[in-house]
């Protein structure tokens, strides 16, 4: 891996806490593991697969159909890029998948603890959850991508899968990021920025993805502290095998 991570690697993880590579292996198919770089935290892959069998599916046949291009990834982003646009036609209304918010009060109840349902004080703390969003929620199962944003970006994502796995909204968390290996490197082969009109620009294109970006080692990074709570999470690493010219 020759991402170009500056002088303090502390923040940056190869998974050490995911669950056995193992366990991967056994849920997902050669051409999906070759095709993506996938780590399983708290059982998440197993869950997936047994428990939401039809989601697990649904998930497999859309990571073999996966496709982005050189062009998408040099096209310039904006509020939403081609790649956040094309993830959207992939995990849709259609199927089950939309937008979610989720929102909770929070109803407190002090008890005497010798008298059997004698009420000391009650309050209501209301807005106790209030505007954790996932973008895509289907029954039980959510997903959330990242492709390049800042990498606190992470933390927001996993305290809201943390949010509605305790409020019991979802069982599993699904996380669509930067494989390790679309690094430096492979970004520099692309060579230079696209203009809106599809004309080429003066910028380089790996300077668009810094160290500091959505990227596989700074994901497992969080993982690996617990960040995700007592969620499952899978974490898809997006290679340059989805890649074409």
């Known amino acids: 891996m020759s991402i170009d991570l500056g002088g303090d690697v502390d923040d940056v993880s190869s998974g050490k806490a995911a669950d056995y590579h193992a366990l991967v292996e056994r849920v997902f198919e050669p051409e999906?593991?070759?095709k993506f770089e996938?780590?399983?935290y708290r059982n998440a892959a197993t869950i997936l697969s047994e428990s939401f069998p039809d989601h697990f599916s649904n998930l497999i046949e859309t990571l073999k159909n996966f496709e982005i291009s050189e062009e998408m990834i040099r096209t310039p982003g904006g509020n939403k890029?081609?790649?956040a646009k094309y993830v959207d036609t992939l995990f849709d209304e259609a199927d089950g998948w939309?937008?979610?918010r989720i929102t909770a009060d929070l109803h407190v109840r002090l008890m005497d603890a010798k008298k059997k349902d004698a009420v000391l004080d009650e309050y209501v703390r209301e807005g106790f959850l209030d505007g954790h969003r996932i973008d895509f929620?289907?029954?039980r199962v959510a997903l959330?991508?990242?492709w390049n944003s800042k990498d606190q970006t992470y933390d927001r994502d996993l305290y809201a899968f943390s949010a509605f796995y305790e409020a019991g909204a979802i069982d599993v968390g699904v996380l669509l990021t930067r494989g390790s290996s679309l690094d430096t490197d492979f970004f520099r082969s692309l060579g230079k920025?696209?203009?809106k009109d599809g004309s080429e620009g003066t910028e380089e294109v790996y300077k668009k993805f810094g160290a500091s970006t959505t990227w596989m080692g700074k994901l497992l990074y969080r993982l690996d502290a617990g960040r995700n709570g007592g969620c499952p999470v899978l974490a898809i690493g997006i290679t340059p095998k989805c890649v074409l010219k």
């Open 193 to 195: 920025v696209l203009k």
């Open 98 to 100: 939309q937008e979610s």
């Open 137 to 139: 929620l289907n029954g």
């Open 32 to 34: 999906i593991l070759e």
């Open 81 to 83: 890029g081609p790649i």
């Open 144 to 146: 959330d991508l990242e």
């Open 38 to 40: 996938i780590f399983s």
